[in-house]
């Protein structure tokens, strides 16, 4: 089974519709990420948690919110769906070394008509 | 301008080429160097990681990191069709709350 797991692997959803993320991992990390990936802008950073209590802002949150349910699972929601949140989302581990390797879920294509 | 910049490619080579794909950065705090690789429909995993300046060879792999001239490179010898991928760098520096900063992505393509 995969370490990281997200749902769903493919969303088409409307404007302004809410929408939630799921991420759940078997690794045992306190650290989750989510990112959003586009074309020419590589993977960028939206919200991370680095144990169940914390939550900090990524470089691009406005329009996103985050709950950490527990250790294992990471949720990302998006209130209002808009067309430019249209991209593919990552969920990720780390533990927190000093490399602080990350390990990604498979991701979740979104798409907002 | 942004902290890691990376050729998007795409860059196409023929079979059993000798790959070099490249970033540069402005951080000079930065002192771990990643290479990461991403099939399409795939999320990205980690292939190389280098601390500091210096050469680091796993395989067919070799990372190279030039802390003098931020510069950071990562060479495939004897390409393979199976090394087709999408090749994000990224890089941090330690500390208790660092996060791990990601170049765009070089789409690489091995013709058989």
């Known amino acids: 089974d995969a370490d990281v797991t997200q749902t769903p692997r493919n969303r088409i959803t409307k404007t302004g519709k809410r929408i939630m993320l799921e991420c759940s991992q078997t690794?045992?990390?306190?650290?989750m990420y989510w990112y959003r990936q586009d074309p020419g802008l590589g993977l960028r950073l939206i919200y991370y948690s680095f144990d169940v209590k914390d939550i900090n802002k990524g470089e691009i949150s406005d329009g996103y919110s985050v709950s950490r349910q527990a250790q294992a699972k990471f949720s990302l929601s998006l209130e209002s769906a808009i067309p430019n949140q249209t991209a593919l989302y990552f969920c990720?581990?780390?533990?927190?070394?000093?490399?602080?390797?990350?390990?990604f879920g498979p991701g979740t294509r979104l798409t907002v008509l | 301008q942004k902290e890691v910049e990376q050729d998007p490619g795409p860059l196409s080579v023929p079979e059993g080429a000798i790959v070099s794909l490249n970033c540069t950065y402005s951080n000079s705090a930065f002192q771990y160097f990643m290479w990461y690789r991403q099939y399409s429909r795939k999320g990205p995993e980690l292939l190389m990681y280098?601390?500091?300046?210096g050469n680091k060879e796993d395989g067919r792999f070799t990372a190279q990191v030039d802390k003098s001239s931020k510069y950071i490179s990562l060479f495939i010898r004897d390409s393979q069709p199976s090394d087709s991928a999408t090749y994000l760098c990224?890089?941090?520096?330690?500390?208790?709350?660092?996060?791990?900063?990601f170049g765009s992505g070089t789409r690489l393509s091995i013709r058989p």
């Open positions: 990224a890089m941090t520096y330690y500390s208790s709350a660092s996060k791990i900063i």
């Open positions: 280098t601390y500091s300046s």
């Open positions: 690794k045992g990390h306190d650290r």
């Open positions: 990720a581990t780390s533990e927190g070394a000093e490399t602080d390797t990350q390990y």
